[in-house]
């Protein structure tokens, strides 16, 4: 049986700008505490900030996607809360104000991707576990943030109580490429040293970007949010390494094994967003057949980030989530 959470109203769209500045930020700001967190021998650390409501229910630990900040998931943050959710959210290595592997300002790169999932566990164990002790924990994780999410579910299986991955990257749509020559490109680099250069299709941030070419489906939002990002430099995170996506192809199809979907325990509610235009649905299907635990949820109306869709879909999202993590 379930108790269903109801949430309040959702932001409308074109308010949004507005009720962020009037009525989100200070409340968040009134709740928040931020710093840093050590997660390397060599000193690299991870910008972290924590939310914490009087009398939690749970708290959520955030994971967030290519390319994000904290900044991105105020509005996501603000409905936990207000739910009566602790929040947690580390900006990943390599993203915002965290440190990076290399030199280049705009790009992600990794040497491998278990390092993310290594970060995601020094935080939980150093920041999240202790301030949260004695309630239930609960994982969000979208895209990027999906695929550490849920390679952190398989090899921490007795970590989280429940999971949400919101449209995760468990495979990545690589057309005009075939997967497997992608793969293959992708080692050749390595070996030749030029892991740390764009992959073909990636770049340096340009300002002036355009909502018809996002991975959002509500212009405020979407516009929202590019403003900070061009007025702040450690928000320009734009383009992926060879590296990464070398990296993240293995990773891709290292989670979605039946072998290693079975490690998993706790119950997932998944998101696929039916128009989603960067990852390949297949490796959500595959997940979703190898996991017993996980159930699907298609979403229409929206683009790849769910989370900033217009009000019509994003209140039957919330809803669902909600559900989910009240159900027992």
Request: hydrophobic share 35%.
């Amino acid at each position: 049986m379930s108790k269903s959470t109801k949430i309040r109203n959702i932001i409308p769209d074109k308010q949004f700008k507005t009720e962020m500045a009037q009525t989100v930020l200070p409340y968040l700001q009134s709740i928040c505490q931020s710093g840093y967190i050590s997660v390397t021998e060599s000193g690299g650390r991870l910008y972290y900030e924590t939310y914490r409501p009087a009398a939690p229910v749970g708290a959520v630990v955030i994971s967030h996607g290519f390319c994000e900040s904290a900044e991105k998931y105020k509005e996501v943050i603000y409905y936990f809360t207000l739910a009566g959710y602790e929040v947690y959210l580390a900006e990943h290595r390599g993203h915002g104000r965290s440190f990076r592997e290399t030199a280049h300002p705009n790009m992600v790169h990794i040497s491998d991707f278990n390092n993310y999932v290594k970060d995601l566990h020094t935080f939980l164990y150093k920041i999240v576990k202790p301030s949260s002790s004695g309630i239930p924990l609960y994982l969000y994780a979208h895209s990027m943030g999906g695929a550490i999410g849920a390679l952190y579910l398989e090899t921490y299986p007795d970590t989280f109580d429940k999971a949400i991955l919101s449209a995760p990257m468990l495979a990545i749509s690589m057309c005009p490429f075939p997967v497997p020559c992608a793969r293959a490109w992708g080692h050749l680099m390595l070996r030749l040293h030029r892991d740390e250069t764009y992959a073909p299709g990636q770049h340096p941030f340009i300002p002036g970007g355009k909502f018809e070419d996002s991975c959002s489906s509500c212009p405020e939002r979407f516009y929202y949010y590019q403003e900070k990002k061009e007025a702040l430099p450690l928000f320009q995170n734009s383009g992926s390494s060879y590296g990464w996506v070398y990296h993240s192809l293995n990773t891709c199809r290292f989670i979605t094994q039946k072998r290693n979907c079975e490690k998993i325990e706790v119950p997932i509610l998944v998101f696929r967003s039916i128009n989603d235009g960067v990852v390949n649905p297949s490796g959500i299907f595959r997940f979703i057949k190898n996991t017993p635990s996980a159930r699907l949820r298609n979403v229409n109306g929206s683009r790849h980030e769910i989370y900033n869709s217009p009000v019509s879909v994003l209140e039957a999202y919330y809803q669902k989530i909600f559900n989910f993590l009240t159900e027992t």
